[in-house]
């Protein structure tokens, strides 16, 4: 699952690549040409992050955001229709720099990631 979310993340940063940005002094922006995506790890001796680099050509520098993904776990919700049901829901946070990207932009990032994640078809190919 841990690979699957990491390619919905870079599709969906191939969409919004303002999230994909980083201030690098301070002062002047950077919009990144590769993505690079960290997985953090639990072990034992700690939390290590090794760093999937260039992801978007094989589908640590400066972070504009780093997002964290809970487990998933059966929720209550309401269809379209107005029904009730059942559906996985996981909750997604994401930190950002404020400096560069705004938060209209990561509305927009994470609604196109929930459309990928919904429509996982593409992610196993």
Do not use: W
């Not at 993505?35 to 050509?57: C, E, H, Q, W």
Request: aromatic share 6%; proline share 3%; net charge positive.
């Amino acid at each position: 699952m841990t690979a699957l979310l990491a390619k919905a993340t870079a599709r969906a940063l191939v969409k919004r690549p303002v999230v994909n940005s980083s201030c690098r002094d301070g002062k002047s922006f950077t919009y990144n040409s590769n993505i690079n995506i960290a997985v953090a790890v639990a072990m034992d001796g700690g939390l290590i992050t090794p760093d999937i680099f260039s992801v978007s050509r094989k589908f640590s520098h400066a972070q504009g955001a780093i997002m964290a993904v809970g487990a998933s776990h059966p929720t209550v919700v309401a269809s379209k229709d107005g029904r009730i049901g059942m559906k996985n829901q996981m909750q997604v946070n994401v930190t950002a720099d404020h400096r560069v990207i705004y938060e209209a932009d990561l509305a927009s990032f994470l609604q196109s990631m929930a459309k990928i994640i919904d429509d996982p078809k593409d992610l196993t190919f």
